[in-house]
């Protein structure tokens, strides 16, 4: 059975912009944190901002976004729908993970946001398994 005609090209697109966000963390690693949801410039402490250890951690989400993006256009590139399917469900684990955190230390609307992505991630996986 084939894949639904839906779920390649909204993967696709969820993937173009989870790969345009990670790159965006090098750039504008505050920007990049206050978009996900978490407001790292209000935070309080003796580290300037600069020094901040949470700030330069989100690259290293970054990284993730763009690796996972790679991975997926890889399997694209194979004509693989299953495992590209079998990789969004699986990315509804860290969807789910960045809604609680989000949702501990972010604002409420960002978090269902994620739990939102969370949502059409899985539905797509769905879609390309079917």
């Known amino acids: 059975m084939a894949p639904h005609p839906w779920a390649l090209p909204t993967a696709i697109i969820w993937n173009l912009a989870g ?3 990670g790159l965006y963390t ?11 949801g978490l407001d790292l410039a209000n935070i309080t402490g003796a580290e ?9 951690m989100v690259p290293v989400f970054g990284g993730r976004n763009i690796a996972i993006g790679v991975a997926f256009f890889a399997l694209y590139w194979q004509r693989m729908p299953k495992a590209m399917g079998t990789l ?6 860290s969807g789910t ?12 609307d960002k ?3 994620h739990a939102l992505g969370s949502a ?3 539905l797509c996986g769905w879609g390309l398994l079917m």
């Open 111 to 113: 978090a269902w946001t």
């Open 120 to 122: 059409v991630l899985g």
């Open 97 to 108: 993970v960045d809604t609680v955190v989000t949702g501990t230390w972010g604002p409420s």
């Open 88 to 93: 969004l469900l699986s990315l509804m684990v």
């Open 48 to 56: 300037s901002l600069s020094n901040n250890v949470s700030l330069r």
């Open 19 to 21: 790969i345009a966000l």
């Open 26 to 36: 090098f750039v504008s690693p505050l920007s990049a944190a206050h978009i996900f």
